[in-house]
């Protein structure tokens, strides 16, 4: 089964660029709610744009205390349901300033929903810190 890797790409891109420059709406545009977080230490459901918008528009503070001020989507796999929806395992390296990894990383499997040509994260399983 193959979908439109391109338009997932895309949106990966988006949110990359939405969360380490803290826009929070931006970052919210890349999601459809309801949607739902999964983690080792529980689960959340995310009921409105809004939650996500404020969850991404603050995450850049964390990061710049580490010395972070960006990432970039390195999808490791993706594994197409349909041609509408896909698992994407993605790892974020954390990069300084001028845009060198410095070591650290966060991996995340994203289930994807395209409408169209564009794609939306509607679920999230965070894998943590590598």
């Known amino acids: 089964m193959k979908g439109n890797d391109e338009a997932v790409r895309t949106l990966l891109q988006r949110f990359a660029q939405a969360f380490t420059t803290g826009d929070g709406p931006g970052a919210a545009a890349c999601w459809e709610v309801p949607a739902l977080v999964v983690a080792e230490d529980g689960s959340r459901a995310v009921a409105t744009l809004d939650e996500v918008a404020?969850?991404?528009?603050?995450?850049?503070?964390?990061?710049?205390?580490?010395?972070?001020?960006?990432?970039?989507?390195?999808?490791?796999?993706?594994?197409?349901?349909?041609?509408?929806?896909?698992?994407?395992r993605v790892r974020w390296p954390y990069l300084d300033a001028q845009g060198r990894d410095v070591g650290r990383a966060e991996e995340s499997v994203y289930l994807v929903r395209l409408t169209g040509d564009a794609a939306k994260i509607c679920a999230v399983t965070m894998l943590g810190a590598t």
């Open 54 to 88: 404020a969850f991404f528009g603050g995450a850049t503070e964390q990061y710049t205390r580490q010395g972070v001020t960006g990432t970039r989507a390195d999808v490791q796999h993706t594994e197409w349901y349909t041609p509408r929806l896909a698992a994407v």
